[in-house]
Structures are given as C-alpha cells and as structure tokens.
Nanobody, 125 residues
Framework: QVQVVESGGGLVEAGGSLTLSCTAS????????MSWFRQAPGKDREGVSC???????IRYLKVKGRFTISRDNAKNTIYLQMNNLKPEDTAMYYC???????????????????WGRGNQVTVSS
C-alpha cells in the first residue's frame, strides 16, 4: 500500500520561512518524479515545483527564487524550503508522485499516481 505523507506546515509571519517534508512508502521511489501543489480557498489547485528521481530536472511555477525543492533518496523524502513567505502563499500544500523519469508536463495534476492528504501553510501579514 502506497502512502504519501506531508509534514512541516504551520503559521508564520510574512517574510518568514517554513520547510515542508514529504515521505513516500510502498512504491519504487526512484521510478517517480515528485511535485508540490497548493490550493488556496476558493482557487484551483496549482503546481508549485517538481523534481525528477535524481534531482537533475527541477521546475518551479511562480515561486522560483523563494522556494527550493530537494530530494533525499536515501529517505524516500522530498522537501520544500520556503523563504520570504507572503500572505498569498497561504494554502493547503500537497505532495504528489508521478510514475515518470522527468518533470515534463509536471503541472498537469491529473497525471499523478499518488497524493498526500495535504498540509496547511498560513502566512499572516
């Protein structure tokens, strides 16, 4: 049984930092690219970042320069380091796994095989 579990969210003031973690089990880890998505109240889910199995292909949408995605293959875990957070970053953040060796079309959420339940990030102004 595949499990994808996020952790590390919370409440932070604008300009602060948070690091999200996502650990997956029950799958062949190196067969999957991993991504972060987010969904704010009343808005569609949007892609945040993607990393391929070996960290060679990394993509960002809107957050480049503030957020950094990384991956520890020894721990089946990815991270999202979020700096200089803004109130508009407030959302539920989801981790997702796609059976693919790169991040091509990574923003297409329908193509993902497994999802975590989400972790709330709230940025106060």
């Amino acid at each position: 049984q595949v499990q994808v579990v996020e952790s590390g969210g919370g409440l932070v003031e604008a300009g602060g930092s948070l690091t999200l973690s996502c650990t997956a089990s029950g799958l062949t880890w190196l067969d999957y690219s991993m991504s972060w998505f987010r969904q704010a109240p009343g808005k569609d889910r949007e892609g945040v970042s993607c990393i391929d199995p070996y960290g060679a292909d990394i993509r960002y949408l809107k957050v480049k320069g503030r957020f950094t995605i990384s991956r520890d293959n020894a721990k089946n875990t990815i991270y999202l380091q979020m700096n200089n957070l803004k109130p508009e970053d407030t959302a539920m953040y989801y981790c997702a796994a796609k059976l693919r060796a790169d991040c091509t079309y990574w923003w297409e959420s329908d193509d993902y095989n497994y999802w975590g339940r989400g972790n709330q990030v709230t940025v106060s102004s």
